[in-house]
């Protein structure tokens, strides 16, 4: 199924065409959801996780990255450091790229930089995909392992209490069982120390991805029974789940994806430690008054 998923250069345009649809700029889920809606690719390729063993990141998100990549090395599109994409000026004059100009530009511009240097490692780098920043991110494809591999379901539950009473929940509860729909839990959200409401959770260990399938049959078991509903899980969801979740007419439920997990471990020290670097800058002017 791997085979089938678009190259990285077949998903410039598509990726230009989505951020025009997104009004000129987009955060990387909302580019990837509108990507994927644009060129109509089946669940079964969407879902296709790339290195499954040591992540849950989607083989099509990977390629979009690349993608991302080179476009912005050919001008046309810049990044905050708030994780927002945007057009260039440049790229809002063109109507679509040639993918084989770009990458040959971006390939040529790299071994210019290389043979300027004499430093194969600096433009091997150069041409790294720049997706959530991931120089440095190596954490999360250990802890995805730890999180899918290490512990079991009802560590995993328990885990998942924690991260919630860690974010303000309330009367957190693990009541999973067989036959009560897929519901891990309960607890209730307070808003400001004012206002509540119940939420039911599900939380799902899985490498894969989590489609629209599993958001209705959690939403079946949570119809009159909260609020809300939540469904937290280490892998990933599909365009599709995340449109059946915020369905007009239907309960809302809220999606919190690994990368999303990965996030709330690390901001609340949860087996992720952070640690400073310190950095040492020598002032040279400084020694000129003594």
Known sequence: MENQVPSFDSLMNPLLDALRELGGSGTIDEIYEKAVE??????EVVSVIHNSDRGNQTEISYRLAWARTYLKKYGLLENSSRGVW?????????????????????????????????DIEKATLDLSPECEAEQGEEWREELHYILTQNLDPAAFE??????????????????GRTGDGGIDGKGIARI???????????????????GAAEIRDFRGAMVGRADKGLFITTGVFTPA??????????PPIDLVDGDQLAEKLKEFGLGVEREMVEQVTVRPEW???I
């Open 158 to 175: 328990r885990l998942i209490q924690r991260v919630l009473r860690e974010s303000g929940f309330i009367h957190v509860e693990i009541t």
């Open 86 to 118: 945007s057009l260039t000026s440049k790229a809002k004059e063109i109507e679509s790229v040639d993918p084989a100009e770009v990458t040959r530009f971006v390939r040529e511009s790299a071994r210019r930089e290389q043979a300027k240097n004499q």
């Open 241 to 250: 789940a995340i449109k059946e979740a915020t369905r007009d007419g239907a």
């Open 192 to 210: 400001h120390g004012f206002m509540s409401f119940h939420v039911i959770f599900q939380c799902k260990k899985w490498k894969g991805s989590v």
């Open 287 to 289: 020694f000129d008054h």
């Open 38 to 43: 644009l060129i109509q690719l089946p669940h």
